[in-house]
């Protein structure tokens, strides 16, 4: 089986990979990352380096583990076995809050918006500012206008339209606007441009990479082998709960993607010694 390159490095006696060091250029790190649910193994020793403001593509076929790996990173689940690193540092992320305290944010493939209030609403939906006992709607709306058109969101009419009434990849752009306002460092999307038509994809794809320009960290969960080579810088590709490989996406083709999908191996893969970190 393809290793992945992160795995390549010498492990601990206890199963999980060598700690990175603390002037590494990775946002996230993930050693000897496990997750069972009672006599079902969904993740198997996961390492997975994630570099600051560079987009990675985790893709697999249904099954492969993606879902309970980045439900482990968001919070959702406590991993089982493993370590996590943020910026160098060992962290605990066993809650949705402890990944928010961090700057991690998900984007669902639901997306998580409320139809029948408006965009400005969606974004500080919970998390409200206020002058005295009263809204500070003016300073929302001018907030939630900045953080578009700094993502380069222009299609967006009025950020009092309903969101109920925009298109899908206006809603995608609502989505990641609203966490990339707090703060956020990684941004995890999931399918983002499924279900959606050729021009509304390319609007998404844009986003994404205005998110990597701005130095933040993109990690796509996308079945779509044209999306991802258009999108992404590297790849990590799942096969039942193993990360099989990653690596920079130069050194792969769509060929070697899908014989990794498929089987979890491929002669024309990045192998655990060939690859650059």
């Not at 993930?30 to 993740?43: N, P, S, T």
């Not at 089982?80 to 943020?86: E, P």
């Not at 222009?154 to 990641?176: I, Y």
């Amino acid at each position: 089986m393809t290793t992945t390159p992160e795995s390549a490095n010498s492990q601990t006696g206890n199963g999980s990979g060598v700690a990175p060091s603390k002037k590494s250029e990775h946002l996230l790190s993930l050693r000897g990352i496990a997750k069972h649910f009672g006599a079902v193994q969904a993740l198997k020793h996961v390492d997975l380096d994630i570099p600051a403001g560079k987009v990675t593509a985790l893709i697999g076929d249904n099954g492969a583990g993606k879902s309970t790996l980045i439900k482990t990173i968001s919070g959702i689940w406590a991993p089982t076995a493993g370590d996590v690193f943020w910026n160098g540092e060992q962290v605990k992320v066993h809650t949705p809050g402890d990944a928010s305290s961090l700057g991690i944010s998900t984007v669902y493939q639901d997306l998580a918006l409320c139809d029948n209030l408006d965009i400005v609403q969606n974004m500080y939906l919970g998390h409200e500012e206020t002058r005295g006992i009263t809204l500070d709607e003016i300073a929302m709306e001018l907030n939630t206008k900045k953080v578009l058109k700094e993502l380069s969101v222009s299609t967006v009419k009025s950020v009092r339209q309903l969101v109920g009434s925009l298109s899908g990849g206006q809603r995608q752009a609502v989505a990641v606007a609203r966490a990339v306002m707090r703060d956020t460092q990684l941004v995890i999307m999931d399918e983002p441009t499924a279900a959606l038509g050729v021009s509304q994809t390319h609007q998404v794809l844009e986003l994404i990479k205005n998110l990597s320009d701005r130095g933040i960290a993109v990690i796509v969960i996308s079945h779509n082998l044209t999306d991802v080579f258009k999108v992404a810088d590297r790849l990590a590709v799942m096969h039942l709960g193993t990360l099989v490989s990653s690596g920079d996406i130069s050194q792969y083709d769509t060929t070697s993607a899908v014989e990794l999908i498929t089987t979890g191996e491929s002669k024309g893969a990045p192998s655990s010694l060939a690859s650059s970190r």
